[in-house]
């Protein structure tokens, strides 16, 4: 892409992200619904004017880690642990029905082949975590405490689903599968999710200090982003979602974060700091505004709607299953923890998402040549209206929630 064309795309990205989700919000609807429609508008599915190329697909990147880090700075750990089992529960059901019942709607009922079923199978098991936080900020419930329990599940859905992805990958590539490398990886991804707080930790005392003294400005915004992008690095080099590195950079600067660090007799003390988690949120707010529409957008333009033949009983058959399949297995994940009525279909509905993560299965299977042009684009209509639903119906069933009964 050359430059000024590469500018123009962007200035058409942004403009149509803000005036979309500002429209939207005016009638009550959460604003990412109008950057995700901002997407399919401009994209391949209507206009055409942005195509989903690699420069474009970085800088949504960016845009994710950056909300994810936003998302591990208002994280309250000891908040978190007080949930106890009920985030792994969610994870792991929200994990293993949609994909049970994908595996087995695919291959018994319309008789696919193995491989093209457990790839099916996978693409429905994802959780999009940037579109659960930006609908649950937008509805102002981002700190509640289901959301408590949506964010730690959709982290825990997002590395079992990096697992999966590996090991559907290596079953298409070599058929056939090496559990010790994936042992490996699996191992990797739990050490970084363990040791990456506690050592960004220190490095963001460190920089806390710097900062006090620095001689310039600009300082602790520059420290901290790269921190953010060497974290997001990091994740990527053990096998995890980059977007890990950016939630990991964001608990060490959260003001719920610290801890004490025994030396012999001593101990060290890294309390947290509500100063310093204060600052960088207002320096790092306008960054975040800026790029994390961009990954929305990047959402609604990589799903190119001229694909599916309209026309096609088999596409909408087979669509019909999966969407059934794919709002039951994440939506029911909700009701096998011990909490509220009202708990419970919430943290159902913020599973259902798919959005990039879905895409990634599906587009990965299509290259491969697992999924035919009616499978990917049965699974396009799937993972779209997956995720433009769920934030109409969480707004609704808020909406009705907190209506004082006559």
């Excluded at 619904?33 to 474009?56: K, N, Q, R």
């Excluded at 900062?211 to 994740?235: E, K, R, V």
């Excluded at 990965?364 to 999924?371: D, K, M, R, V």
Aim: charged residues 15%.
């Amino acid at each position: 892409m050359e430059l000024h064309q590469f500018f123009l795309f962007l200035a058409i990205i942004l403009i149509a992200a803000r005036l979309l989700s500002e429209t939207v919000a005016r009638f009550g609807i959460p604003s990412v619904i109008g950057e995700l429609l901002a997407g399919l508008l401009i994209g391949p599915s209507l206009l055409g004017w942005v195509s989903p190329d690699t420069t474009m697909k970085l800088l949504a990147e960016i845009g994710i880690i950056l909300l994810l880090f936003e998302v591990g700075m208002d994280t309250n750990l000891s908040r978190l642990a007080r949930s106890g089992a009920k985030p792994y529960i969610v994870a792991v059901v929200g994990f293993t029905l949609p994909f049970a019942l994908g595996y087995g709607a695919s291959a018994w009922l319309f008789g696919l082949p193995e491989l093209t079923a457990l790839f099916i199978g996978g693409t429905l098991t994802a959780t999009s975590i940037g579109i659960t936080v930006r609908v649950l900020d937008d509805l102002g419930k981002r700190h509640s405490d289901e959301a408590q329990i949506v964010i730690g599940a959709a982290v825990l859905d997002d590395i079992l689903g990096v697992l999966a992805l590996a090991f559907l990958y290596q079953f298409a590539v070599e058929q056939e599968v090496s559990f010790e490398a994936l042992g490996e990886v699996s191992l990797y991804i739990m050490l970084f999710m363990v040791l990456a707080p506690l050592v960004a930790k220190l490095t963001a005392v460190m920089i806390d200090r710097l900062d006090q003294h620095a001689a310039s400005p600009g300082l602790l915004l520059t420290m901290a982003l790269s921190l953010i992008l060497l974290f997001s690095w990091l994740a990527h080099a053990v096998g995890a979602p980059e977007i890990m590195g950016g939630f990991a950079a964001g608990l060490a600067f959260s003001q719920h974060f610290g801890f004490k660090l025994p030396l012999g007799k001593a101990t060290l003390s890294f309390e947290p700091s509500p100063k310093l988690a204060h600052r960088l949120e207002e320096q790092m707010r306008p960054l975040i505004h800026t790029f994390s529409p961009l990954f929305f957008v990047m959402v609604g333009v990589s799903l190119n709607l001229k694909a599916v033949d309209w026309g096609s009983t088999f596409i909408w058959s087979l669509a019909g299953y999966l969407l059934l399949v794919a709002i039951i297995g994440k939506f029911a994940a909700g009701f096998f923890i011990k909490e509220s009525r009202h708990h419970q279909v919430a943290i159902g509905l913020s599973m259902i998402p798919r959005g990039e993560v879905g895409l990634i299965f599906a587009q990965l299977g299509f290259s491969q040549g697992i999924l035919n042009g009616e499978l990917y684009a049965a699974l396009l209509i799937v993972v779209a209206l997956t995720t433009m639903t769920p934030p109409f119906l969480l707004k609704w069933f808020y909406t009705r929630s907190e209506t004082p009964a006559d």
